[in-house]
């Protein structure tokens, strides 16, 4: 390991010397990047409980600007696959690499000069951060000081969870001002989660499709330090609801005619895909986001009809498809034409992906037998209609 170190330190120091070395960058967050205002003295948070509002006073938040781009170091790295990251102190205002070495996440100051310990910053760290290659922020804060995880749930008024959500925090600092921490997203259940310093206070704003928490453009009390608990869990509702998707009912289509074919719907989930913009590169990514779900229904092009419209259409075996979905089956009549939807009408940023096989045979005599297999990939608020026909 020690070797390992060695070789990638001298080439480093060659490179630098080769072109030139890029000082620290100051990929913190600037001084003018904060809230003016302070919360009010008497805003607590208590565990598994809704934060006061605290809202300030025609104050719009100074959101941060794009971040610089990664170092020159990072390529000296990559280039002989060195799995390699930027790290920034947000509010410390400072930045540095870090590279692999096959055990753990080494630490390199932009100068070439290797950290070599952890908890560097102690109680006096916000949040330490590293992006991924589309965006997506994560924190790593316990590595490089005292710092513990917050837990936030985000619901509608109604207590319906809301995903991608952008959960925006910031932090007091000695200049009695907020300042920009981090910025977290809740996944399909509502919940967004960072790792931050346990020495300070922090507030928060949520941003929602449909309206902001506490209001727009002000803050609400995330948590009170110093933190001494390793896990905060805090809940918040947005003022409004998200927009319902159409209902299906269940009901007898068939009731008194022929029953021609025997049709089954089998459906596989694999992944749901939450999507963010975020405020510190000005861009959107993707993240896996928790356990899938879709509402699937047979219904005839009445009923479909009705579904496009957003009336709740007659159909049958209607169900909310989970991972480990149970197979449909329903008996048909050719006398008319028949849709199976799948719906992705509960979520509000989030595309359900997987696949779709449908299967017809003959009820009674007959001896034929028809498969459609379909993947999908779903957005929120739409669906996917396969039309069934009969052909002579």
């Not at 992006?131 to 994560?138: I, K, Q, W």
């Not at 507030?203 to 330090?225: H, Y």
């Not at 089998?266 to 779900?293: I, K, N, Q």
């Not at 579904?307 to 159909?315: E, L, N, R, S, T």
Request: aromatic share 10%; with cysteine.
């Amino acid at each position: 390991m020690s070797y390992f170190r060695e070789y990638v330190s001298i080439s480093l120091v060659c490179f630098m010397f080769a072109i030139g070395a890029c000082g620290d960058s100051g990929g913190g967050e600037p001084d003018d990047t904060f809230l003016e205002p302070e919360l009010g003295p008497d805003v607590s948070t208590t565990e598994d409980a809704a934060p006061e509002a605290s809202p300030p006073d025609d104050v719009v938040p100074d959101l941060p600007p794009a971040l610089p781009p990664l170092l020159l170091e990072v390529a000296t790295f990559v280039i002989p696959l060195i799995p390699t990251r930027n790290m920034g102190a947000h509010t410390n205002d400072h930045t540095w690499n870090e590279f692999w070495d096959g055990v753990e996440w080494f630490g390199w100051e932009p100068i070439g000069s290797s950290i070599g310990h952890k908890k560097y910053y102690g109680d006096n760290v916000y949040a330490c951060t590293w992006t991924r290659g589309d965006s997506y922020v994560t924190t790593d804060s316990q590595t490089w000081g005292e710092a513990f995880d917050v837990e936030l749930t985000v619901t509608d008024e109604a207590g319906a969870p809301v995903d991608g959500a952008r959960a925006i925090i910031f932090g007091d600092k000695d200049d009695g001002k907020w300042h920009y921490v981090y910025e977290a997203f809740t996944d399909v259940e509502g919940v967004a989660r960072a790792n931050i310093g346990r020495g300070h206070d922090y507030g928060l704003m949520v941003q929602t499709s449909f309206g902001d928490w506490p209001e727009p453009d002000s803050l609400g009390l995330l948590v009170e330090g110093p933190v001494e608990d390793d896990l905060v869990s805090v809940s918040v509702a947005v003022p409004g609801t998200k927009a319902p998707g159409p209902a299906a009912v269940e009901t007898d289509l068939v009731g008194g005619l022929m029953l021609d074919v025997d049709l089954r719907v089998e459906t596989h989930l694999d992944a749901t895909r939450t999507l963010a913009a975020t405020l510190t590169y000005d861009t959107t990514f993707s993240r896996a986001s928790g356990p899938a779900r879709l509402l699937r229904f047979v219904t005839d092009a009445e009923g479909y009809a009705a579904f496009q419209a957003g009336d709740a259409p007659a159909a049958m075996g209607v169900a909310t498809v989970l991972d480990a979905a149970q197979p449909l089956d329903v008996q048909l009549s050719l006398d008319r034409e028949w849709f199976v939807v799948l719906a992705n009408p509960g979520f509000l940023h989030t595309v359900v992906l997987g696949g779709v096989t449908v299967t017809a045979t003959p009820h009674g005599e007959g001896d034929w037998t028809k498969t459609l297999d379909a993947p999908f990939e779903i957005p929120p608020g739409e669906h996917l209609a396969i039309r069934l026909i009969s052909q002579d």
